[in-house]
């Protein structure tokens, strides 16, 4: 099946394609100029025979004594036969015959000579059809046969009989010889198709060379394809060629390139993940183990029980942040659509400010929520996307700020939208990290002793993206000389007259 795939496949169809279009090509050019060919020509024999004879062919011959010459043939023949002679080598030395009709409707010769078939031979017998038919119309005729053209021109001269003088019509019978133009014509076909086996051949000779090697490069593209089906290593060949097969080639070597780094990313998020989980679920073992054996002693330690039991449920929160953060990034991979609805900032701000009210309380540190005017901040966005990202924020900024200390929400309106600017005073982030930290599992060197996992801020920053935002970290200012400042952009979006929408927990 692969044998006749490859002689009768995608191969043959494209070499039997290009040959048969250069048939078809061939034929309708033999059709459209061989066959008319022969007809151009003696068309343009017939101009060119008109063009010889001039516009007064019959002048030397009006000037002739012919009344006398048909009563007496032998007394002016020399003059005569000078004429047509004459006329004769103007228009390529053919024949030349001048003559006027018997009663009985009979053409004949003015002036017999001898010889005159001899001359005639080259054109074929002739009854002379286009001279009746000039004498009965009394007009010129031009025609052609398959050996000669010719063309009859009829004039009157008047002859005395008796006392009177009869009006005679002549006509002047001119045969030009085109023996020669079916033997061109018969070179140039026989030329044209030499041509034309030439071109088919050659034809051939390129196509399958051209389709063959066409099919190898679809079949090393279709091994590719076959080898990432199977999961195994795939080795895109490098074709650097200006066509539609090379372009496949350069996407799928591209696409090969995003599935290695999606694989890696993969295989890092998986080995990430792992040690991530790994290590607070030992701690949490460890520490439920030795919380069970304070129990199961006769004498507890209750102090130390609920030490264990704090760092216990500790762990238990980190495992539940991680499990959120990996929820979420799920979420933003599956490309789920977010809504895209007015949200009041200070409102959703106020609500999600309250879920930290309890640890900020207990380390001293104090939010406070500023707005930059008296009026509501309005934007365009996912309600719950919006406060994930400012929880993701809050948290960071209580996790880095030292006791104490002071976070500052401000909420503001820009040129064409809307922003959540979080402050803290915590050790702040250095130049070499700006982008780094927006990695999934990428954080800071500086993290004031406070474990995390590295996806809030990726996950706040694909968020914002996906809601046609951004989330940026502030350079430094005389204001704000130390700690973090990350703001959260986002479209405007106008008042609306309804009440604010609530907040997704």
Same mark, same amino acid.
């Given at each position: 099946?692969?044998?006749?795939?490859?002689?009768?496949?995608?191969?043959?169809?494209?070499?039997?394609?290009?040959?048969?279009?250069?048939?078809?090509?061939?034929?309708?050019?033999?059709?459209?100029?061989?066959?008319?060919?022969?007809?151009?020509?003696?068309?343009?024999?017939?101009?060119?025979?008109?063009?010889?004879?001039?516009?007064?062919?019959?002048?030397?011959?009006?000037?002739?004594?012919?009344?006398?010459?048909?009563?007496?043939?032998?007394?002016?023949?020399?003059?005569?036969?000078?004429?047509?002679?004459?006329?004769?080598?103007?228009?390529?030395?053919?024949?030349?015959?001048?003559?006027?009709?018997?009663?009985?409707?009979?053409?004949?010769?003015?002036?017999?000579?001898?010889?005159?078939?001899?001359?005639?031979?080259?054109?074929?017998?002739?009854?002379?059809?286009?001279?009746?038919?000039?004498?009965?119309?009394?007009?010129?005729?031009?025609?052609?046969?398959?050996?000669?053209?010719?063309?009859?021109?009829?004039?009157?001269?008047?002859?005395?009989?008796?006392?009177?003088?009869?009006?005679?019509?002549?006509?002047?019978?001119?045969?030009?010889?085109?023996?020669?133009?079916?033997?061109?014509?018969?070179?140039?076909?026989?030329?044209?198709?030499?041509?034309?086996?030439?071109?088919?051949?050659?034809?051939?000779?390129?196509?399958?060379?051209?389709?063959?090697?066409?099919?190898?490069?679809?079949?090393?593209?279709?091994?590719?394809?076959?080898?990432?089906?199977?999961?195994?290593?795939?080795?895109?060949?490098?074709?650097?060629?200006?066509?539609?097969?090379?372009?496949?080639?350069?996407?799928?070597?591209?696409?090969?390139?995003?599935?290695?780094?999606?694989?890696?990313?993969?295989?890092?998020?998986?080995?990430?993940?792992?040690?991530?989980?790994?290590?607070?679920?030992?701690?949490?073992?460890?520490?439920?183990?030795?919380?069970?054996?304070?129990?199961?002693?006769?004498?507890?330690?209750?102090?130390?029980? %609920?030490? @264990? +039991? &704090?760092? !216990?449920?500790?762990? #238990?929160?980190?495992?539940? /942040?991680? $499990?959120?953060? *990996?929820?979420?990034?799920?979420?933003?991979?599956?490309?789920?659509?977010?809504?895209?609805?007015?949200?009041?900032?200070?409102?959703?701000?106020?609500?999600?400010?309250?879920?930290?009210?309890?640890?900020?309380?207990?380390?001293?540190?104090?939010?406070?929520?500023?707005?930059?005017?008296?009026?509501?901040?309005?934007?365009?966005?996912?309600?719950?996307?919006?406060?994930?990202?400012? %929880?993701? @924020? +809050? &948290?960071? !900024?209580?996790?880095? #700020?030292?006791?104490?200390? /002071?976070? $500052?929400?401000? *909420?503001?309106?820009?040129?064409?939208?809307?922003?959540?600017?979080?402050?803290?005073?915590?050790?702040?982030?250095?130049?070499?990290?700006?982008?780094?930290?927006?990695?999934?599992?990428?954080?800071?060197?500086?993290?004031?002793?406070?474990?995390?996992?590295?996806?809030?801020?990726?996950?706040?920053?694909?968020?914002?993206?996906?809601?046609?935002?951004?989330?940026?970290?502030?350079?430094?200012?005389? +204001?704000?000389? !130390?700690?973090?400042?990350?703001?959260?952009?986002?479209?405007? $979006?106008?008042?609306?007259?309804?009440?604010?929408?609530?907040?997704?927990?």
């Amino acid at each position: 099946m692969g044998r006749f795939r490859g002689a009768f496949g995608l191969r043959g169809r494209i070499a039997g394609a290009v040959f048969l279009s250069a048939v078809v090509t061939l034929a309708v050019a033999a059709v459209a100029l061989l066959g008319p060919l022969e007809h151009s020509l003696r068309s343009a024999e017939i101009k060119s025979l008109h063009k010889s004879l001039g516009k007064h062919p019959t002048a030397a011959f009006r000037r002739l004594p012919l009344c006398t010459i048909v009563t007496d043939p032998h007394g002016e023949q020399r003059k005569l036969g000078a004429a047509e002679s004459h006329l004769a080598g103007q228009i390529g030395g053919q024949a030349v015959v001048l003559g006027t009709f018997t009663p009985n409707g009979t053409y004949f010769r003015a002036l017999p000579r001898t010889g005159d078939n001899d001359e005639l031979a080259d054109i074929g017998p002739d009854n002379y059809p286009d001279a009746v038919q000039a004498y009965r119309t009394g007009e010129s005729v031009a025609s052609a046969t398959a050996v000669a053209v010719r063309r009859a021109i009829p004039f009157s001269k008047e002859c005395p009989v008796g006392t009177q003088h009869v009006k005679t019509t002549y006509v002047l019978a001119v045969r030009k010889s085109i023996a020669e133009i079916p033997a061109v014509v018969h070179v140039v076909r026989r030329a044209f198709f030499d041509a034309a086996l030439a071109a088919l051949a050659l034809t051939l000779l390129l196509g399958i060379p051209l389709s063959g090697r066409l099919v190898r490069r679809l079949r090393r593209l279709r091994e590719v394809a076959i080898d990432a089906a199977r999961d195994a290593p795939m080795i895109v060949p490098v074709d650097n060629a200006a066509d539609e097969v090379g372009d496949l080639a350069r996407a799928l070597h591209s696409m090969q390139q995003q599935l290695q780094i999606q694989e890696e990313a993969r295989r890092s998020f998986v080995a990430t993940a792992s040690h991530e989980l790994r290590t607070p679920l030992a701690s949490l073992d460890g520490m439920l183990e030795l919380l069970g054996e304070d129990l199961r002693d006769v004498s507890p330690d209750i102090e130390d029980a %609920r030490a @264990l +039991l &704090d760092r !216990a449920r500790a762990q #238990s929160r980190r495992l539940g /942040r991680l $499990a959120a953060d *990996l929820l979420d990034l799920s979420r933003i991979d599956a490309q789920i659509q977010l809504r895209s609805e007015p949200v009041e900032l200070g409102e959703l701000s106020r609500a999600v400010l309250a879920e930290f009210e309890l640890g900020s309380v207990e380390r001293g540190i104090q939010i406070d929520l500023e707005a930059d005017g008296e009026h509501a901040v309005w934007a365009l966005g996912d309600p719950g996307s919006i406060a994930r990202i400012l %929880r993701i @924020l +809050l &948290d960071n !900024a209580l996790r880095m #700020s030292p006791p104490d200390a /002071r976070i $500052a929400v401000l *909420l503001a309106e820009s040129r064409g939208g809307a922003r959540i600017t979080v402050s803290d005073e915590g050790p702040g982030v250095e130049p070499a990290e700006r982008e780094a930290i927006f990695e999934r599992f990428s954080r800071g060197k500086d993290t004031a002793g406070q474990a995390g996992f590295g996806l809030g801020l990726a996950i706040g920053r694909e968020l914002a993206q996906r809601m046609d935002g951004e989330l940026v970290l502030e350079d430094s200012s005389e +204001l704000h000389p !130390a700690g973090a400042r990350f703001t959260l952009c986002l479209p405007a $979006a106008l008042t609306p007259d309804s009440d604010p929408v609530a907040v997704a927990s």
